[in-house]
């Protein structure tokens, strides 16, 4: 089984709609981060949370909000949905230590028409 | 800020051959991680090998080198013996020091390995 997982895989839906992605790890990190990917482009953080009741913004949180509802489990939701949210989006965890590496998700490829 | 520059959007390489992508970075810190990811064309981001910026050997993983010139502030991926598998794209990343302990992405290389 997969150490990071993600649901939905894909997601197709309306503008204006209330969408929520969700993130599950049994890797045991403390650390777990929402990046959305453009097409060509890089990773860019949305939201991250180094514990359960830790939560911070990253780079581009407009438009999104998150929940860590357990170590193991973070989620995040776009309220109302537009067009320029259509994105892959990936959830990642990390353990706090030296090297603080980021495994991700399988992504979550997200469609707003 | 932090920076990462990818200056080859595309590379070709003959199966088993070496190839070296290009890496380099910009941050007023001292204390930084360097990664790189690997993107197949499923979708998932692959994490490759890791190099700190106080290590002073360069990081290893099997087929998978870091080339850092810490003066030059460059962190190529070194990939041995090239496979069909490898075709994807690949992200360096940096991580520099503070609270916020994000990546900060490049825009990529699509390498593609030739039969």
């Known amino acids: 089984d997969a150490d990071v997982t993600q649901t939905p895989r894909n997601r197709i839906t309306k503008t204006g709609k209330r969408i929520m992605l969700e993130c599950s790890q049994t890797k045991g990190h403390d650390r777990m981060y929402w990046y959305r990917q453009d097409p060509g482009l890089g990773l860019r953080l949305i939201y991250y949370s180094f514990d359960v009741k830790d939560i911070n913004k990253g780079e581009i949180s407009d438009g999104y909000s998150v929940s860590r509802q357990a170590q193991a489990k973070f989620s995040l939701s776009l309220e109302s949905a537009i067009p320029n949210q259509t994105a892959l989006y990936f959830c990642a965890t990390s353990m706090r230590g030296y090297a603080d590496t980021q495994y991700f998700g399988p992504g979550t490829r997200l469609t707003v028409l | 800020a932090q920076k990462i520059t990818q200056t080859q959007p595309g590379m070709f390489v003959q199966e088993k051959e070496a190839v070296t992508l290009d890496c380099t970075y910009d941050?007023?810190?001292?204390?930084?991680?360097l990664f790189w990811y690997k993107q197949p064309s499923s979708g998932e981001m692959i994490f490759l090998i890791y190099?700190?910026?106080?290590?002073?050997q360069n990081a290893t993983e099997g087929r998978y080198s870091l080339n850092f010139q810490k003066a030059r502030k460059s962190a190529n991926l070194v990939i041995s013996a090239s496979q069909l598998g490898d075709s994807a794209m690949y992200f360096c990343a940096m991580r520099a020091s503070g609270s916020a302990r994000q990546l900060t992405f490049g825009s990529g290389t699509q390498l593609t390995v030739l039969p």
């Open positions: 190099q700190g910026s106080y290590d002073e």
């Open positions: 941050t007023s810190d001292q204390s930084y991680g």
